[in-house]
């Protein structure tokens, strides 16, 4: 289901009835990303510790986002989903990214179905790299994402009152089932 509802989604090309509402104010400032990242710090895997809600991830637990730097320049993404629970069935998405903005690396595009690309904004990330926070320009998607399954409390709270600050309605956040430690992820 997961990798289906994810193909006919972008298939769509984001058609309305795709493109969930934005969890946005409409009056906030235009989204600014990170000023810079640098694409090798970010490659490997991230846990998404939440999301807003919409219909390519909807059930899954356990979701990991990995990134590989491919040949020509481009990555490889793929994405897991433990459907409706840890001990649920595996799905995976895979699927790839370039770069839109080489100034900053912070924004990409990213297309898991032929031609179709979706905005992947970095919008806020870790001096060291242990979490980051993943839009695109209307704010109708938001990540946030961890090296770890568990992101420490205090650094999550923080962040939450960022997003306010910035405009993002964090009640629509959903928090995503993760493992206790990487080392408990199976498959």
């Known amino acids: 289901m997961y990798r289906h509802a994810l193909f006919a989604c972008l298939a ?7 493109q969930p509402p934005s969890g946005r104010d409409s009056d906030a400032p235009p ?12 490659l490997g895997r991230w846990f998404e510790i939440a999301r ?17 730097l491919r040949d020509d320049g481009r990555i490889d993404v793929t ?6 629970g840890l001990d649920g069935p595996v799905e995976t998405a895979n699927g790839r990214a370039r770069i839109a903005d ?7 595009e990213v297309s898991f179905f032929g031609p179709f690309w979706g905005d992947y904004w970095i919008i806020d990330l ?5 979490w ?16 770890t399954p ?4 205090d650094t999550l709270a923080d962040r939450l009152a960022w997003l306010e600050a910035e405009g993002f309605d964090t009640s629509m956040l959903i928090r995503v089932e993760q493992w206790d430690s990487a080392e408990d992820v199976r498959g």
């Not at 769509?12 to 795709?18: D, E, H, Q, S, V």
């Not at 807003?52 to 590989?68: I, M």
């Open 52 to 68: 807003y809600d919409h219909r390519f991830e909807r059930g899954c637990a356990g979701v990991t986002a990995d990134y590989a």
């Open 102 to 108: 080489e100034t900053t690396n912070a924004q990409l």
């Open 150 to 153: 568990q992101m420490d409390e």
């Open 31 to 42: 989204l600014q990303t990170v000023e810079r990242v640098e694409i090798e710090r970010y």
């Open 12 to 18: 769509g090309l984001l058609a309305a009835a795709c």
């Open 79 to 84: 994405n897991t989903c433990y459907q409706d």
């Open 132 to 147: 980051a926070i993943v839009s695109e320009p209307e704010g109708r998607y938001l990540w946030i994402l961890s090296r």
């Open 126 to 130: 870790a001096e060291d790299y242990s």
